[in-house]
């Protein structure tokens, strides 16, 4: 990872790989939580985004930039509390009415 400033800092990265880690279903969320991987620099970032069809604007996803030392083998059920252990975070949808903001705190009690 480059220790040089980028991009993706603000608001999460625009150019990036993504793989998926799985499907969260604890709670009832089933939250979709991928790894994405800035083209620019190499840093990596948590997705968690979960949509609830029966209502509208209820889409929502979050980001957080992932420590050098985090496990490769996250459980998508680790990816809450992953996320709200960050110090920071980036989260937008429908919900929020945003492409995307910068957060900190909590984030499981907007999820259900």
Known sequence: MSGAACECLELGPSSYDEASVGVDTSRGRFGDVSLRTCRACGRR???YH????AFTASGRWFLGLLPDDADAGLAPAEAVA???A???HVYGGSFF????RRGTGPIDAILL
């Open 82 to 84: 992953l996320l709200q």
């Open 45 to 47: 970032w948590l997705r």
């Open 86 to 88: 960050l110090p920071w």
């Open 50 to 53: 979960v949509e609830y069809e």
């Open 97 to 100: 009415r945003t492409r995307g």
